[in-house]
Nanobody
Framework: DVQLQASGGGLVQPGGSLRLSCAAS????????VSWLRQAPGKGVEWVSS????????SYADSVKGRFTISRDNAKNMVYLQMNSLKPEDTAVYYC?????RGQGTLVTVSS
């Protein structure tokens, strides 16, 4: 079974940083583009960032560009999202998405 398990969320003050991780299993991870999505309370799912199979090309939503960095380690079947300069509007459940599967999310709360 395809499994994608996000972790690393928590409560952080505005301006702070968090690093999310996503552990993948059940498929050939290095064959797939991986994305981070998020869903804020009461809102729809929003695409945040994607990284190509080899990690050579990344893309970001305008709302996070310059603050978030996506990376991956194909040897460990892991993808990461480094989030800096966090804002209250970044509060959401964050999910990783690959191979047509969205995994378990991790909650990020940005609040003073």
């Amino acid at each position: 079974d395809v499994q994608l398990q996000a972790s690393g969320g928590g409560l952080v003050q505005p301006g702070g940083s968090l690093r999310l991780s996503c552990a993948a299993s059940g498929f050939t991870f290095s064959d797939y583009l991986v994305s981070w999505l998020r869903q804020a309370p009461g809102k729809g799912v929003e695409w945040v960032s994607s990284i190509r199979r080899d990690g050579d090309i990344t893309s970001y939503a305008d709302s996070v560009k310059g603050r978030f960095t996506i990376s991956r380690d194909n040897a460990k079947n892991m993808v990461y999202l480094q989030m800096n300069s966090l804002k209250p509007e970044d509060t959401a459940v964050y999910y990783c998405f690959a191979n047509s599967n969205r995994g378990q999310g991790t909650l990020v709360t940005v609040s003073s």
